[in-house]
Each structure stands twice: as C-alpha cells, then as structure tokens.
C-alpha cells in the first residue's frame, strides 16, 4: 500500500492511509487475532457475518426493486 504526503502534510496522510486500512480490513483482523479463537466459534461466527450479509443485500434489493 502506497501512500504520498503532499506538502509535509502528514495528519492528511496519516487519515488516508487509515482510511485505506480500514477499507481493507486491516483493523479489524487485528482485533480477531488478537486471541485464540475456537474453530466452533469461528464457524458460529462466519455464518453470523454470512447471515447479516444476506439481510443487507435482500433490503437494498427491496429498495431498489419497490417490494
């Protein structure tokens, strides 16, 4: 990841490069392997995420389609 700081501004730098990470994921598989995590609650957790992803996609598509 490459990011350029433009007239010694580093504080518009630094927010882009979080920005970036974040929109990545970056942050947030930080946190998840922070600890161990069992296989079965890995699994729970993934279809949870798999569920919510669903939901999401199942609203904008009544949203955009009127029904």
């Known amino acids: 990841m490459l990011i350029y700081v433009r007239d ?5 730098a630094m927010r882009l490069l979080k920005k970036k990470l974040q929109r990545e ?3 947030r598989e930080m946190k998840l392997r922070r600890a161990f995590e069992k296989p079965s609650e890995r699994r729970k957790r993934e279809k949870a ?14 949203e955009r389609e009127g029904y």
Do not use: C
């Open 25 to 27: 994921g970056v942050f």
């Open 49 to 62: 995420e798999a569920f919510r992803r669903m939901r999401k996609l199942l609203r904008k598509r009544q």
């Open 8 to 12: 010694n501004n580093v504080e518009q």
